[in-house]
C-alpha cells in the first residue's frame, strides 16, 4: 500500500517570492489553482492507497475532505515535520510506502507518478525525483515509509540520497520534466506558461494579468 503524501501550509504564507509579479490575492488564487491541479493529477493516477494531506489552514482541509483525500492534522511547521507526521500516520497502518508530492507543482502529470511508482523498490529504497537545477527534492518515494528521515533543507537531493545510502538502503534517481518545475520564482511562470496552458494555475496567470507581466501576451 503506497499513500501521496501532500503537506500544504497555510495559503497565507505561501509563494511571498512571487509577490513582484503577484499581489497577495493573486498569489492566493494561484496557489489553489495549482492545488487543484496536484490534486486532479493525484485522483487520477493509479497505485495509490490513500492521499493524505497534512495541513494546519483549516480551508485546505475542507477542501482536502471534499477531494476524497484524508487530512492529516499539522503539528509542526515545517516540511520535514509535516512529512513525518503524515509517515506516522501512514507507517501505523501498516502502510507499504509512502511518496511525498508537493503542492506547487502544476506541470506534473499522473504519467510521471506512475513511472516513479513502478521503480518502487520490493524491500526497502528510496527513489527521488530532483528539481530543475538538482538541487531540491520534488518527490520523494521511501519504502518503507521510515527508511530515512526527510531531508528538507538546502540540496536536500544530495541529502536524501546520502541518507538513503547511509541507512544501506537502494538510492534511485529520476529525472521528470514536469515534475521538476516548482513554482517558487518568477521564472517559474515563465516555465509554466511555456508547458501548459490548459492548467488552472495557467490560466489564473493569464486573467490577472501576471503573464503580461511577464512578457506573455493573455
Same mark, same amino acid.
Given at each position: 500500500m503506497i499513500a501521496a503524501l501532500l503537506p500544504v501550509k497555510p495559503l497565507s504564507e505561501a509563494k511571498r517570492r512571487l509577490a513582484a509579479v503577484l499581489p497577495a490575492e493573486a498569489r492566493r488564487a494561484f496557489c489553489?489553482?495549482?492545488?487543484?491541479?496536484v490534486a486532479? /493529477?493525484? !485522483? +487520477?493516477?493509479? =497505485?495509490?492507497?490513500?492521499?493524505?494531506?497534512?495541513t494546519r489552514?483549516?480551508? $485546505?482541509?475542507?477542501?482536502?475532505?471534499?477531494?476524497?483525500?484524508?487530512?492529516?492534522?499539522?503539528?509542526?511547521s515545517d516540511l520535514n515535520t509535516a512529512i513525518a507526521e503524515?509517515?506516522? /500516520?501512514? !507507517? +501505523?497502518?501498516? =502502510?507499504?510506502?509512502?511518496?511525498?508530492?508537493?503542492?506547487?507543482?502544476?506541470? $506534473?502529470?499522473?504519467?510521471?507518478?506512475e513511472l516513479l511508482l513502478s521503480h518502487q523498490p520490493e524491500e526497502r529504497g528510496v527513489v527521488l525525483a530532483p528539481d530543475a537545477e538538482g538541487?531540491?527534492?520534488?518527490?520523494?518515494?521511501?519504502?518503507?515509509?521510515?527508511v530515512i528521515p526527510p531531508c528538507f533543507e538546502g540540496a536536500s537531493a544530495r541529502a536524501h540520497e546520502?541518507?538513503?545510502?547511509?541507512?544501506?538502503?537502494?538510492?534511485?534517481?529520476?529525472?521528470?520534466?514536469?515534475?521538476?518545475?516548482?513554482?517558487?520564482e518568477p521564472q517559474d511562470l515563465a516555465h509554466l506558461l511555456r508547458g501548459r496552458r490548459d492548467?488552472?494555475?495557467?490560466?489564473?496567470?493569464?486573467?490577472?494579468?501576471a503573464a503580461g507581466r511577464l512578457g506573455w501576451a493573455s
Open positions: 489553489w489553482a495549482m492545488l487543484d491541479d486532479s /493529477v493525484l !485522483r +487520477a493516477c493509479c =497505485g495509490f492507497e490513500a492521499v493524505l494531506t497534512v489552514d483549516a480551508e $485546505v482541509a475542507e477542501w482536502a475532505g471534499q477531494q476524497g483525500f484524508e487530512v492529516v492534522p499539522e503539528r509542526g503524515g509517515v506516522h /500516520v501512514w !507507517r +501505523a497502518r501498516g =502502510g507499504r510506502g509512502v511518496l511525498y508530492v508537493p503542492a506547487d507543482v502544476p506541470l $506534473v502529470t499522473s504519467g510521471e507518478l538541487r531540491g527534492t520534488n518527490a520523494l518515494l521511501l519504502v518503507p515509509p521510515d546520502a541518507a538513503g545510502r547511509a541507512a544501506g538502503a537502494p538510492v534511485e534517481i529520476c529525472w521528470l520534466p514536469g515534475l521538476s518545475r516548482d513554482m517558487d492548467t488552472r494555475a495557467a490560466r489564473v496567470l493569464m486573467e490577472c494579468g
